[in-house]
């Protein structure tokens, strides 16, 4: 269907395809006839625009689900012949990374030669699943002589996936995999701002052999496609990633609803706790900036604070400094690029507006705080470290999602765990430490959903690795990735028979 050998050049908006819904295999155009513009991030050029959506498209993909789960072609294979189908899934996605990529890169701005949540992690991602399929067991529980109480595991129904814009082609295999591992019917809607990789996918999906009405696919804004899904009563899981006040906002729906199973990965203002003790502060910079600097801070786990001994902070400052100032910023699908611009103008003058502000509350600005590249037309943002922060400020307890830092010292300890916890997120922290026991010491006192102690590494788990968790405040509820992820996408069922 598609081939990397076909987007040898960067791509335009003369590529794009014209994005229309896909119900039951076939492209079916919308009921509303409003539309939405995107524009190129890289130089502001417009790319096209999609409509709007209507709950009369998600009605239809979701009675598509329904016949397609309640018929069975997908849920009723073997596990062996779903696995089979998921793996000509990840071939083709493998075939086709160049171009996703490429197009994730057209439309947000992430660059094409970041290794991170790309085209080719998202094929191992499905294989993961393909393979994690049927290990997924159910139970013989203890019983008495005369029944067997068996608990089976099966496929919730139909599940609504939402995705954000951040990581296009990842976030939806993120949702997409285990759900269909599942044996689950799936209606997608991506981001309106990247919608393009999102259609390539599902038509993969349908190349690949998975049947019509199991992956299906509703373009659209929050406010239509998004709120539609969270309130249909046919739909029996909502899958969300994006904002903590959209999160909440699809909680509710779901709540007033049918009371639909929940999965909400949010934001996050995930802290660096770097102590005075013996390490590499080279070392800790150079990956404290990297995971600022990824994807243009547009991460929900990033550690966009760092809490650090006031022995060691000037000097942590100045190399953090250091390491932005090495980026290589530019169009996004230049191999050379490094830094790319933020999503969307509106984005960028989010961070703009929670920088200035910075400075009027008196934090120190060490590096950045203004636009770049402005004779492009696109929305570079320099990356961007704040000193001195005011552990109560703006900076210091909200989400940027921006290549933005707020650095704020402690004393000992205790100041550095009171400093961690006292935003109302919880998705990831970051200890940095040469003693053992202080890393597990502050895992346990942050109980946030991952702790990673001295972290150079963030690869190496692979992708069964468990990244959500638990209720994890304004950062969300549920577990996505791993096995874990893969259990949520099904439901448990008692079966209890007397013999006696």
Same mark, same amino acid.
């Given at each position: 269907?598609?081939?990397?050998?076909?987007?040898?050049?960067?791509?335009?908006?003369?590529?794009?395809?014209?994005? =229309?819904?896909?119900?039951?295999?076939?492209?079916?155009? &919308?009921?509303?006839?409003?539309?939405?513009?995107?524009?190129?991030?890289?130089?502001?050029?417009?790319?096209?625009?999609?409509?709007?959506?209507?709950?009369?498209?998600? *009605?239809?993909?979701?009675?598509?689900?329904?016949?397609?789960?309640?018929?069975?072609?997908?849920?009723?294979? @073997?596990?062996?012949?779903?696995?089979?189908?998921?793996?000509?899934?990840?071939?083709?996605?493998?075939?086709?990374?160049?171009?996703?990529?490429?197009?994730?890169?057209?439309?947000?701005?992430?660059? !094409?030669?970041?290794?991170?949540?790309?085209?080719? !992690? =998202?094929?191992?991602?499905?294989?993961?699943?393909?393979?994690?399929?049927?290990?997924?067991?159910?139970?013989?529980?203890?019983?008495?002589?005369?029944?067997?109480?068996?608990?089976?595991?099966?496929?919730?129904?139909?599940?609504?996936?939402?995705?954000?814009?951040? +990581?296009?082609?990842?976030?939806?295999?993120?949702?997409?995999?285990?759900?269909?591992?599942?044996?689950? =019917?799936?209606?997608?809607?991506? %981001?309106?701002?990247?919608?393009?990789?999102?259609?390539?996918?599902?038509?993969? /999906?349908?190349?690949?052999?998975?049947?019509?009405?199991?992956?299906?696919?509703?373009?659209?804004?929050?406010?239509?496609?998004?709120?539609?899904?969270?309130?249909?009563?046919?739909?029996?899981?909502?899958?969300?990633?994006?904002?903590?006040?959209?999160?909440?906002?699809?909680?509710?729906?779901?709540?007033? =609803?049918?009371?639909?199973?929940?999965?909400?990965?949010?934001?996050?203002?995930?802290?660096?706790?770097?102590? *005075?003790?013996?390490?590499?502060?080279?070392?800790?910079? /150079? +990956?404290?900036?990297?995971? !600022?600097?990824?994807?243009?801070?547009?991460?929900?786990?990033?550690?966009?604070?760092?809490?650090?001994?006031?022995?060691?902070?000037?000097?942590?400052?100045?190399?953090?400094?250091?390491?932005?100032?090495?980026? &290589?910023? @530019?169009?996004?699908?230049?191999?050379?690029?490094?830094?790319?611009?933020?999503?969307?103008?509106? #984005?960028?003058?989010?961070?703009?507006?929670?920088?200035?502000? /910075?400075?009027?509350?008196?934090? #120190?600005?060490?590096?950045?705080?203004?636009?770049?590249?402005?004779?492009?037309?696109?929305?570079?943002?320099?990356?961007?470290?704040?000193?001195?922060?005011?552990?109560?400020?703006?900076?210091? #307890?909200?989400?940027?999602?921006?290549?933005?830092?707020?650095?704020? %010292?402690?004393?000992?300890?205790?100041?550095?765990?009171?400093?961690?916890?006292?935003?109302?997120?919880?998705?990831? /922290?970051?200890?940095?430490?040469?003693?053992? &026991?202080?890393?597990? @010491?502050?895992?346990?006192?942050?109980?946030?959903?991952?702790?990673? $102690?001295?972290?150079?590494?963030?690869?190496?788990?692979?992708?069964? +690795?468990?990244?959500?968790?638990?209720?994890?405040?304004?950062?969300? $509820?549920?577990?996505?990735?791993?096995?874990?992820?893969?259990?949520?996408?099904?439901?448990?069922?008692?079966?209890?028979?007397?013999?006696?």
């Amino acid at each position: 269907m598609f081939s990397s050998d076909d987007t040898p050049r960067p791509l335009t908006a003369k590529d794009l395809t014209s994005v =229309s819904a896909i119900v039951d295999g076939i492209a079916r155009e &919308s009921v509303s006839e409003k539309r939405f513009a995107t524009f190129n991030p890289a130089n502001g050029a417009p790319l096209g625009d999609i409509l709007e959506g209507a709950a009369e498209d998600v *009605d239809a993909a979701v009675a598509a689900a329904r016949r397609a789960f309640d018929a069975g072609s997908w849920r009723k294979l @073997g596990a062996t012949d779903r696995k089979r189908a998921l793996f000509r899934w990840a071939d083709l996605i493998i075939k086709n990374a160049q171009l996703l990529d490429g197009l994730d890169a057209l439309e947000m701005g992430k660059p !094409i030669n970041l290794p991170s949540f790309n085209a080719a !992690i =998202s094929a191992d991602f499905v294989r993961f699943n393909a393979e994690a399929s049927d290990k997924i067991l159910g139970a013989v529980l203890p019983s008495d002589h005369l029944s067997t109480v068996i608990q089976a595991r099966g496929p919730r129904g139909v599940v609504a996936a939402v995705t954000p814009w951040n +990581f296009p082609t990842y976030n939806v295999v993120l949702k997409l995999a285990p759900a269909l591992a599942a044996g689950n =019917s799936v209606v997608l809607k991506p %981001s309106e701002l990247a919608t393009q990789s999102a259609m390539i996918l599902v038509k993969l /999906a349908h190349e690949a052999g998975i049947p019509p009405g199991v992956v299906n696919l509703v373009p659209g804004l929050g406010l239509t496609v998004g709120r539609a899904l969270g309130e249909h009563m046919d739909v029996d899981m909502l899958t969300f990633t994006g904002s903590s006040d959209t999160g909440k906002k699809m909680m509710q729906y779901a709540g007033g =609803s049918n009371m639909k199973v929940v999965v909400a990965e949010c934001g996050g203002k995930s802290p660096h706790i770097v102590f *005075d003790d013996g390490l590499d502060l080279d070392r800790v910079a /150079a +990956f404290v900036a990297y995971m !600022i600097l990824n994807n243009q801070g547009q991460v929900c786990s990033t550690g966009s604070r760092v809490l650090v001994q006031e022995t060691i902070a000037d000097a942590l400052v100045e190399k953090i400094a250091r390491a932005f100032a090495q980026i &290589s910023p @530019g169009d996004p699908q230049a191999q050379g690029t490094t830094f790319g611009p933020l999503a969307t103008a509106r #984005q960028r003058d989010v961070v703009e507006g929670m920088v200035e502000r /910075a400075k009027r509350d008196g934090a #120190q600005m060490a590096s950045g705080g203004a636009r770049m590249l402005e004779n492009t037309g696109g929305y570079f943002f320099a990356p961007t470290v704040f000193h001195r922060v005011d552990p109560h400020s703006e900076l210091a #307890q909200h989400e940027v999602f921006g290549p933005v830092l707020a650095v704020t %010292s402690f004393k000992d300890m205790d100041e550095a765990v009171r400093l961690a916890r006292s935003t109302r997120y919880g998705l990831a /922290a970051y200890v940095w430490s040469a003693n053992p &026991s202080v890393g597990f @010491g502050i895992a346990n006192a942050l109980q946030t959903a991952i702790t990673l $102690v001295n972290a150079s590494n963030v690869g190496g788990a692979g992708p069964g +690795f468990s990244f959500s968790g638990e209720p994890a405040g304004l950062s969300g $509820v549920g577990v996505e990735g791993g096995l874990a992820g893969l259990e949520a996408y099904t439901r448990r069922q008692t079966i209890w028979i007397n013999h006696g």
